[in-house]
């Protein structure tokens, strides 16, 4: 067999049972010591007010700096929503057509025409050229930052310790809780939603760039040195051609944040674009409207990334190069002649420079009227649903079977002899699996079914930073820990805490949800290929499509409430888990599964005891993300009543407190942080022990 | 797509040019820029304003704005003046401008704003003794939820909004729970999901809004608002309690950019003089989000049939 189990090693259980011994003590003091429940007030630092009175003085000395920023920004902004603008819309679509075939051919250049042609039809067109220009901005503005970042963290060893940290904040802070400080440093105007999308989309440019430049061969680069070339010479000529490739990935990964944060723009204002759209119908709740909207977003995003990752395609590229220079112009030429004729032609015929309003095509109403009837003719079976997943799942988790089980909801009180029950079953049931399996399994059970019985949210701080740091401490050693440790001891005494519990619950419901469900999904995805095909269109739209959309009928069926949020959660997280999934289970080393074939594996010996164990470090990869996801999607569902530390980032926004905002929205970050660092460094080490690394 | 082609583009009035030979109107030709916020009865107070100053003979130019975003834009005159701030929900956005010194209000819109708390039909009908509350604690059940169970539910303004129903519910001995809506979609979306499955509601809601022409919603009877209500427990039904009552009537303000009385002088006494009431807002309201007519047509057939409300407006101003 390849692969080897580790030797059974004890000694780390003692740990655990010193933790759930101090829990126990704590959960049984907890009514007579209160600041076991919460810290008292005067223990808890002003950090907020601090960053307020330090923003105030920054805000007002540098002002003018990013004033003037913002002004000079505007121009090229306003330029390109100008020219898109004035081009007729058959121009701007025929350019991209071409675009788009240079990029990877007839397909998606069909494509690109048909969705292009979307955005006319529905007469959005205007805000959509609108979103456009903004894009156009924000693009090179994040890919720029990020080259210059990715260079300069590349020379130099110590910009690289100081730049990682920062990359991860930029991903894992939500963007509305810096919205206010850019707002009032920028002042009013669309440019404070490109500052602020460059912020979130620029991370994945320098670490995509960073990794292209360290890949480079040392032959490729002795060659270089060897015919003289200065350094500049070597940079331009040598490193960054060969890391190309890597470059182009972060462009395009580049291309899909800033993407994703048009709707950021809208919140501020100052442009009608497309996001502006989604948002004012989404503060009317009318899906079909927001919908229609939100669809153009998806499919901008869709065009972007389908002609950037044509463009990063090696063999495409070759083949071009291979063309002479008149053939290769030819596309271009085709382009020009076509706008030049479109703009000319306009002239005549106004309808090519305004889609005529009696052609528009807005089937709204219709899918209005379908939500309604869904709402109304299904209303007890969505009643049924949202009431058994509350109280079955979701508020055991939040308050515990101890608070959860009456005659209300279970249909029975809480017995003491039931409580004794329980507390026998978790007992044998922690014993059989530390004699069958490992001491690991049997302390899981005890914690979790500690964690069932008083509920999450009731847990006292002390034992939750200890599990969460003896966790942190046996899977990265020291580094992890320390940041786990100080991390959750920062929410702790910024007085966050009950929020960040909150936010905790509610991502973890949702996460477990998306491992069993994606993970399930992505099985099925591997293993058919009709699944996949199936799949992908869905997890594409769901990433590129505005949340906000999907919130509407979510809360016509389920109303304001956590359910609703948890749903909305699982919709966005769930996507990479099953890309990652299929992905592992489908890149399994081919010799492996020969081996076991001819061993004589059946196939769900092949799936269980070859396939799953070797594609687990991706799995986990994948449940990283999910994990990431579903915290930024806490930002979107305090829109639709989800408490927590989204709901304080939106306290903040609306009372001009940049401090709480961005107390908030650090500590949304740790907690991200935190459970990336335990996940990878778990991750890495079954990758030891598989010998993958 | 009613905004669509009135948001962005900037319109040279042509119409009012008149032979008005001792006024200079307008007195400079840069846009007057117009915030346009996020809902429909902004966009008429605000239009129907716009429209005028153009028929004055000013550039006029909307730009769409955050409502708390747009404080910040009215300092340096990125936006001139916008017509629709709810005194309800101003927060320290509204502080900060005004204290800057850039800032300056110029005189209410006229709307008469009611807030509180509305309950739907199914409500009525579940609960006979409505709309009185002190009938509400009879009937809990009927309002409760999985979520808030034992209690009864109160989808209640979003947190960031800032309501003090949590305090009023506890000053009045409810047995409810307010649940944070979250956004004012989520508001509607409860609204008209309660209505389509005819289940009962309460809710902390607004008027005028264009949801009152859809979904039939009536005010719960509070005690009625007595000034000191809210910080001192011996006013109001509750001796030992303070929020025991309605909320207080609000107003709606207009603000301006302080430099518009130098660079449009007349525009600046228009604006301050500008008035909209109830009932010409809601019939445009239902016109455009019910009957799905075009913003810009609603308003200029108002601004058309209206002449004797803002003709002495316009005359005083020149």
Same mark, same amino acid.
């Given at each position: 067999?390849?692969?080897?189990l580790?030797?059974?090693?004890?000694?780390?259980?003692?740990?655990?049972?010193?933790?759930i011994l101090?829990?126990?003590?704590?959960?049984?003091?907890?009514?007579?010591?209160?600041?076991?429940?919460?810290?008292?007030?005067?223990?808890?630092?002003?950090?907020?007010?601090?960053?307020?009175?330090?923003m105030?003085?920054?805000?007002?000395?540098?002002?003018?700096?990013?004033?003037?920023?913002?002004?000079?920004?505007?121009?090229?902004?306003?330029?390109?929503q100008?020219?898109?603008?004035?081009?007729?819309?058959?121009?701007?679509?025929?350019?991209?057509?071409?675009?788009?075939?240079?990029?990877?051919?007839?397909?998606?250049?069909?494509f690109?025409g048909?969705?292009?042609?979307?955005?006319?039809?529905?007469?959005?067109?205007?805000?959509?050229?609108?979103?456009?220009?903004?894009?156009?901005?924000?693009?090179?503005?994040?890919?720029?930052?990020?080259?210059?970042?990715?260079?300069v963290?590349?020379?130099?060893?110590?910009?690289?310790?100081?730049?990682?940290?920062?990359?991860?904040?930029?991903?894992?802070?939500?963007?509305?809780?810096?919205?206010?400080?850019?707002?009032?440093?920028?002042?009013?105007?669309?440019?404070?939603?490109?500052?602020?999308?460059?912020?979130?989309?620029?991370?994945?440019?320098?670490?995509?760039?960073?990794?292209?430049?360290?890949?480079?061969?040392?032959?490729?680069?002795?060659?270089?040195?060897?015919?003289?070339?200065?350094?500049?010479?070597?940079?331009?000529?040598?490193?960054?051609?060969?890391?190309?490739?890597?470059?182009?990935?972060?462009?395009?990964?580049?291309?899909?944040?800033?993407?994703?944060?048009?709707?950021?723009?809208?919140?501020?204002?100052g442009?009608?674009?497309?996001?502006?759209e989604?948002?004012?119908?989404?503060?009317?709740?009318?899906?079909?409207?927001?919908?229609?909207?939100?669809?153009?977003?998806?499919?901008?995003?869709?065009?972007?990334?389908?002609i950037?990752?044509?463009?990063?395609?090696?063999?495409?590229?070759?083949?071009?190069?291979?063309?002479?220079?008149?053939?290769?112009?030819?596309?271009?030429?085709?382009?020009?002649?076509?706008?030049?004729?479109?703009?000319?032609?306009?002239?005549?015929?106004?309808?090519?420079?305004?889609?005529?309003?009696?052609?528009?095509?807005?089937?709204?109403?219709?899918?209005n009227?379908?939500?309604?009837y869904?709402?109304?003719?299904?209303?007890?079976?969505?009643?049924?649903?949202?009431?058994?997943?509350?109280?079955?799942?979701?508020?055991?988790?939040?308050i515990?079977?101890?608070?959860?089980?009456?005659?209300?909801?279970?249909?029975?009180?809480?017995?003491?002899a039931?409580?004794?029950?329980y507390?026998v079953?978790?007992?044998?049931?922690?014993?059989?699996?530390?004699?069958?399996?490992?001491?690991?399994?049997?302390?899981?059970?005890?914690?979790?079914?500690?964690?069932?019985?008083?509920?999450?949210?009731? *847990?006292?701080?002390?034992?939750?930073?200890?599990?969460?740091?003896?966790?942190?401490?046996?899977?990265?050693?020291?580094?992890?820990?320390t940041?786990?440790?100080?991390?959750?001891?920062?929410m702790?005494?910024?007085?966050?805490?009950?929020?960040?519990?909150?936010?905790?619950?509610?991502?973890?419901?949702?996460?477990?949800?998306?491992?069993?469900?994606?993970?399930?999904?992505? *099985?099925?995805?591997?293993?058919?290929?009709?699944?996949?095909?199936?799949?992908?269109?869905?997890?594409?739209?769901?990433?590129s499509?505005?949340?906000?959309?999907?919130?509407?009928?979510?809360?016509?069926?389920?109303?304001?409430?956590?359910?609703?949020?948890?749903?909305?959660?699982?919709?966005?997280?769930?996507?990479?888990?099953?890309?990652?999934?299929?992905?592992?289970?489908?890149?399994?080393?081919?010799?492996?599964?020969?081996?076991?074939?001819?061993?004589?594996?059946?196939?769900?010996?092949?799936?269980?005891?070859?396939?799953?164990?070797?594609?687990?470090?991706e799995?986990?990869?994948?449940?990283?993300?999910?994990?990431?996801?579903?915290?930024?999607?806490?930002?979107?569902?305090?829109?639709?009543?989800?408490?927590?530390?989204?709901?304080?980032?939106?306290?903040?926004?609306?009372?001009?407190?940049?401090?709480?905002?961005?107390?908030?929205?650090?500590?949304?970050?740790?907690?991200?942080?935190?459970?990336?660092?335990?996940?990878?460094?778990?991750?890495?080490?079954?990758?030891?022990?598989?010998?993958?690394? | 797509?009613?905004?669509?082609?009135?948001?962005?583009?900037?319109?040279?009035?042509?119409?009012?040019?008149?032979?008005?030979?001792?006024?200079?109107?307008?007195?400079?030709?840069?846009?007057?820029?117009?915030?346009?916020?996020?809902?429909?009865?902004?966009?008429?107070?605000?239009?129907?304003?716009?429209?005028?100053?153009?028929?004055?003979?000013?550039?006029?130019?909307?730009?769409?704005?955050?409502?708390?975003?747009?404080?910040?834009?009215?300092?340096?005159?990125?936006?001139?003046?916008?017509?629709?701030?709810?005194?309800?929900?101003?927060?320290?956005?509204?502080?900060?401008?005004?204290?800057?010194?850039?800032?300056?209000?110029?005189?209410?819109?006229?709307?008469?704003?009611?807030?509180?708390?509305?309950?739907?039909?199914?409500?009525?009908?579940?609960?006979?003794?409505?709309?009185?509350?002190?009938?509400?604690?009879?009937?809990?059940?009927?309002?409760?939820?999985?979520?808030?169970?034992?209690?009864?539910?109160f989808?209640?303004?979003?947190?960031?909004?800032?309501?003090?129903?949590?305090?009023?519910?506890?000053?009045?001995?409810?047995?409810?729970?307010?649940?944070?809506?979250?956004?004012e979609?989520?508001?509607?979306?409860?609204?008209?999901?309660?209505?389509i499955?005819?289940?009962?509601?309460?809710?902390?809601?607004?008027?005028?809004?264009?949801?009152h022409?859809?979904?039939?919603?009536?005010?719960?009877?509070?005690?009625?608002?007595q000034?000191?209500?809210?910080?001192?427990?011996?006013?109001?039904?509750?001796?030992?309690?303070?929020?025991?009552?309605?909320?207080?009537?609000?107003?709606?303000?207009?603000?301006?950019?302080?430099?518009?009385?130098?660079?449009?002088?007349?525009?600046?006494?228009?604006?301050?003089?500008?008035?909209?009431?109830?009932?010409?807002?809601?019939?445009?309201?239902?016109?455009?989000?019910?009957?799905?007519?075009?913003?810009?047509?609603?308003?200029s057939?108002?601004?058309?049939?209206?002449?004797?409300?803002?003709?002495?407006?316009?005359?005083?101003?020149?």
């Amino acid at each position: 067999m390849l692969i080897q189990l580790p030797r059974r090693n004890t000694s780390d259980m003692w740990p655990w049972l010193g933790v759930i011994l101090v829990s126990a003590v704590c959960l049984l003091l907890r009514d007579k010591v209160a600041w076991l429940n919460q810290l008292p007030s005067d223990l808890v630092i002003p950090v907020a007010d601090w960053i307020n009175i330090y923003m105030d003085w920054f805000i007002d000395t540098f002002k003018w700096i990013f004033r003037s920023i913002n002004w000079l920004l505007s121009w090229p902004m306003n330029g390109a929503q100008a020219l898109l603008q004035w081009l007729p819309w058959p121009a701007t679509i025929a350019a991209f057509c071409v675009v788009a075939y240079i990029s990877s051919g007839w397909r998606l250049s069909i494509f690109t025409g048909l969705a292009l042609l979307y955005m006319v039809i529905t007469g959005y067109w205007s805000p959509s050229m609108n979103t456009l220009g903004i894009v156009f901005v924000s693009i090179p503005l994040a890919v720029g930052a990020g080259f210059v970042l990715a260079v300069v963290s590349y020379k130099s060893e110590r910009a690289n310790r100081i730049v990682q940290p920062i990359l991860d904040l930029m991903q894992t802070v939500p963007t509305f809780a810096y919205l206010i400080p850019i707002l009032l440093l920028f002042g009013f105007g669309p440019v404070v939603g490109v500052v602020a999308s460059s912020i979130y989309a620029c991370p994945p440019m320098v670490r995509n760039m960073i990794l292209g430049l360290q890949k480079v061969p040392a032959d490729v680069l002795e060659s270089g040195v060897m015919s003289g070339s200065t350094k500049r010479q070597l940079f331009w000529w040598v490193q960054v051609p060969s890391a190309m490739p890597n470059i182009m990935v972060g462009v395009n990964q580049t291309t899909m944040c800033a993407l994703s944060m048009v709707i950021i723009a809208a919140i501020i204002g100052g442009s009608a674009d497309i996001g502006w759209e989604v948002l004012s119908t989404m503060r009317k709740a009318q899906f079909g409207q927001s919908l229609l909207a939100g669809i153009v977003i998806a499919l901008i995003a869709m065009i972007l990334d389908r002609i950037s990752r044509g463009f990063t395609d090696r063999t495409r590229a070759i083949e071009r190069r291979h063309l002479s220079r008149i053939e290769r112009s030819k596309p271009l030429i085709t382009a020009l002649g076509l706008m030049l004729a479109f703009i000319l032609l306009s002239i005549f015929v106004p309808a090519l420079r305004i889609y005529p309003e009696t052609l528009i095509f807005y089937p709204a109403d219709v899918i209005n009227e379908g939500l309604r009837y869904v709402t109304a003719n299904y209303a007890f079976f969505m009643n049924t649903l949202k009431n058994t997943v509350l109280f079955y799942y979701l508020l055991p988790i939040k308050i515990g079977f101890a608070n959860v089980i009456s005659p209300f909801s279970w249909g029975f009180s809480l017995t003491s002899a039931m409580v004794w029950g329980y507390a026998v079953v978790i007992f044998v049931c922690a014993c059989w699996l530390y004699l069958k399996r490992s001491w690991q399994s049997s302390i899981a059970v005890v914690v979790t079914g500690g964690l069932l019985y008083f509920g999450l949210t009731a *847990i006292p701080w002390l034992p939750f930073i200890l599990i969460v740091t003896l966790l942190a401490w046996q899977t990265g050693g020291l580094r992890v820990a320390t940041l786990a440790f100080t991390g959750l001891l920062f929410m702790l005494f910024t007085g966050i805490w009950s929020q960040a519990m909150l936010s905790v619950y509610l991502c973890l419901a949702a996460v477990m949800v998306c491992l069993l469900v994606g993970g399930s999904l992505g *099985i099925w995805a591997s293993r058919s290929q009709w699944a996949s095909n199936f799949l992908r269109p869905i997890n594409d739209t769901l990433q590129s499509m505005p949340l906000f959309v999907i919130l509407i009928p979510f809360l016509m069926f389920f109303q304001i409430g956590e359910f609703t949020s948890f749903l909305a959660i699982i919709a966005y997280a769930i996507v990479p888990m099953i890309r990652y999934t299929e992905h592992g289970l489908r890149h399994v080393p081919e010799e492996t599964v020969e081996a076991a074939r001819s061993m004589g594996c059946s196939p769900r010996q092949m799936l269980w005891e070859v396939k799953m164990p070797l594609a687990l470090p991706e799995i986990m990869l994948g449940l990283n993300q999910t994990v990431l996801f579903a915290l930024a999607m806490l930002v979107i569902t305090a829109l639709v009543g989800s408490k927590g530390l989204g709901q304080s980032v939106y306290i903040a926004l609306s009372s001009a407190d940049t401090g709480l905002g961005l107390v908030a929205g650090l500590g949304m970050a740790l907690i991200a942080i935190i459970a990336d660092r335990i996940i990878q460094s778990w991750c890495a080490k079954r990758k030891d022990a598989l010998g993958l690394a | 797509m009613k905004l669509k082609s009135c948001l962005t583009v900037i319109t040279i009035a042509i119409l009012g040019l008149t032979t008005n030979a001792q006024s200079a109107v307008p007195e400079s030709s840069d846009p007057i820029k117009l915030a346009i916020n996020e809902w429909t009865g902004q966009h008429i107070s605000t239009h129907v304003a716009g429209e005028i100053l153009k028929r004055m003979g000013y550039n006029v130019e909307y730009v769409t704005a955050g409502y708390f975003p747009q404080m910040v834009a009215l300092e340096d005159n990125t936006i001139s003046a916008t017509l629709e701030i709810w005194s309800s929900n101003i927060g320290e956005h509204y502080d900060k401008a005004l204290a800057s010194g850039n800032v300056e209000e110029i005189g209410d819109l006229g709307l008469v704003p009611v807030e509180s708390w509305f309950i739907n039909n199914a409500a009525m009908e579940k609960c006979p003794g409505l709309p009185d509350y002190k009938a509400l604690n009879g009937c809990v059940q009927a309002f409760a939820n999985a979520e808030t169970f034992p209690k009864g539910r109160f989808v209640d303004y979003p947190a960031d909004w800032g309501t003090s129903n949590v305090d009023r519910l506890v000053a009045l001995g409810l047995d409810f729970t307010s649940v944070p809506a979250g956004s004012e979609g989520a508001l509607i979306a409860e609204i008209q999901g309660a209505e389509i499955r005819k289940e009962p509601l309460m809710v902390m809601f607004w008027s005028p809004h264009w949801v009152h022409a859809v979904v039939d919603l009536s005010n719960v009877k509070l005690p009625p608002y007595q000034k000191g209500c809210e910080d001192d427990a011996s006013v109001g039904v509750n001796p030992n309690a303070t929020w025991d009552c309605d909320w207080e009537r609000g107003y709606i303000k207009k603000l301006a950019w302080s430099g518009m009385a130098e660079k449009w002088p007349a525009a600046h006494k228009l604006l301050s003089a500008y008035t909209l009431r109830n009932e010409d807002q809601i019939p445009m309201m239902n016109a455009i989000d019910q009957d799905g007519k075009k913003l810009e047509a609603v308003v200029s057939a108002w601004v058309d049939a209206n002449e004797a409300i803002w003709k002495p407006w316009v005359d005083a101003a020149m």
